[in-house]
């Protein structure tokens, strides 16, 4: 654990970027690549993927590379999505209703399995293959299912108290849609999904 701690995260944040492009080179039929093709598909320097990979163990051969689907299989234990994992949507607006339906989570290692709204307009209400919960089951539903991880797609006013229940009920990774920053205890992981500030940043860029 104390080795794993001390990887940088950007380190972490790079490892599912490379384990999409080895998804692409595995639908192309690739057998072996290297650190220099896999840089010049992402734009990051064949020296920087040979380091970040490094923290992990040796993955390639001086003269082959790397073997595509071995490297692969390597990263998807590393991220621990070489396996299920389960998730809850808590909003299902039309973001929310949009997360429950996106099929591209599944062949990644996730999966929503729990659906929560505050709503009595929405509850009951089917999407995909589950039922719209309420806000009063989320713990026990949690609970039940064992799930670790949620996604938060409630307006700004309302994410601190759903990230407050979830945490209570023993969700440990939060996928927050809502532009505002949480405050969660020590152990908790957040990730920020805030397409506006994404705009921003690219408007600096733009000649007017």
């Known amino acids: 654990m104390g080795a794993r701690a001390s990887i940088p995260d950007i380190v972490i944040g790079r490892l599912p970027i490379y384990l999409r492009a080895l998804d692409r080179m595995i639908q192309e039929e690739k057998k072996y690549t290297s650190s220099h093709e896999l840089g010049e598909r992402l734009g990051i320097s064949s020296a920087q993927i040979r380091k970040d990979l490094s923290h992990f163990g040796e993955f390639g051969k001086q003269g082959t590379g790397y073997n595509v689907q071995y490297l692969h299989d390597q990263i998807r234990h590393i991220l621990k999505v070489d ?73 700004a006013a309302e994410a601190q108290a759903v990230a407050d229940r979830l945490v209570e009920a023993g969700v440990t990774a939060l996928l927050n849609y809502a532009p505002i920053s949480l405050a969660v205890p020590a152990g908790v992981r957040v990730q920020y999904i805030d397409p506006a500030a994404h705009l921003q940043h690219m408007t600096y860029y733009l000649t007017l």
Not at 92 to 104: C, Q, T
Not at 120 to 148: W, Y
Request: net charge positive; no cysteine; glycine share 10%.
């Open 83 to 155: 396996r299920e994992w389960l998730m809850a949507v808590v909003g299902v607006g039309d973001l929310g209703r949009a997360i429950a339906h996106y099929r591209g989570f599944q062949a990644r290692g996730f999966r929503v399995a729990a659906l929560f709204d505050a709503s009595p307009k929405l509850v009951g209400e089917r999407v995909g293959d589950l039922t719209i919960l309420p806000m009063e089951q989320l713990a026990a539903e949690i609970q039940r299912l064992g799930i670790r991880i949620a996604m938060i797609a409630v307006p």
